[in-house]
């Protein structure tokens, strides 16, 4: 199947910091990304879903300002957590579609923490 | 809303022993539904799906049946591996949507 690969694997920054997740689809043109948070034991909660080249959807309850965002080419979206607070550490995860009613394909997953 | 309820973890197995994981979802429609495989380290990978009623997907030994009288989608396996172990996740998609609802995933060890 198709490679979706998200870096970093693993973050810990200070409080107040920014921190970028980069997403890309290494064999494939990657039309529509989604971008998911795990908190422990609890399912994935879907944040945004992004299209190349236009704004990203949030979901409800998801600042926007908060974590932004950004599908700039048809193979990356990064998603910035901004001013992050240790209420943020979480786990990221993105997937990648190519078209309508095609299989998503997910990344790795990235494990923040927030001290 | 929608919604996937799965059986809670984790979960340990002797090699060679039968594995069911207990799926239930509650959606608008007519869904389709999806196993997700998550080895360690790695990103999540589908592993089998249905998209309509009383559909049998299968892979690698694994299979789930789309029950709509019972809203079920439970994984079973007739002789669990020790390369099994991994989380597994279930999850729907409403309709043509492309958003995955998905459950809280099970942790799956299986001993030598």
């Known amino acids: 199947g198709a490679v979706v690969s998200q870096h970093p694997s693993r973050v810990i920054c200070k409080s107040g910091t920014s921190v970028k997740i980069e997403c890309r689809s290494l064999d494939f043109q990657a039309t529509t990304m989604f971008w998911y948070r795990q908190f422990p034991k609890q399912s994935l909660m879907l944040m945004a879903t992004s299209n190349e080249g236009s704004k990203a959807t949030y979901e409800q309850g998801v600042e926007k300002d908060k974590f932004l965002i950004n599908h700039a080419s048809l193979t990356l979206s990064t998603l910035t957590v901004t001013s992050a607070h240790p209420e943020d550490s979480s786990f990221y995860i993105c997937?990648?579609?190519?078209?309508?009613?095609?299989?998503?394909?997910f990344g790795q997953g990235t494990r923040l923490t927030v001290v | 809303g929608n919604s996937v309820t799965q059986m809670e973890g984790p979960v340990t197995l002797s090699e060679e022993a039968f594995l069911t994981i207990n799926c239930t979802y509650t959606?608008?429609?007519?869904?389709?539904l999806f196993w997700y495989v998550q080895y360690p380290g790695e990103g999540l990978q589908l592993l089998l799906k249905?998209?309509?009623?009383?559909d049998k997907g299968s892979n690698k030994g694994f299979e789930a049946t789309y029950r709509k009288e019972t809203t079920s989608f439970h994984l079973e396996k007739g002789s669990v591996q020790v390369s099994d172990s991994a989380v597994y996740f279930c999850?729907?998609?409403?309709?043509?949507?492309?958003?995955?609802?998905f459950g809280s995933g099970t942790q799956l060890t299986v001993l030598p």
């Open positions: 997937s990648a579609t190519q078209g309508r009613n095609t299989e998503a394909f």
């Open positions: 999850a729907l998609t409403p309709g043509s949507a492309r958003q995955l609802t």
């Open positions: 959606a608008t429609g007519y869904p389709s």
């Open positions: 249905a998209t309509k009623a009383d």
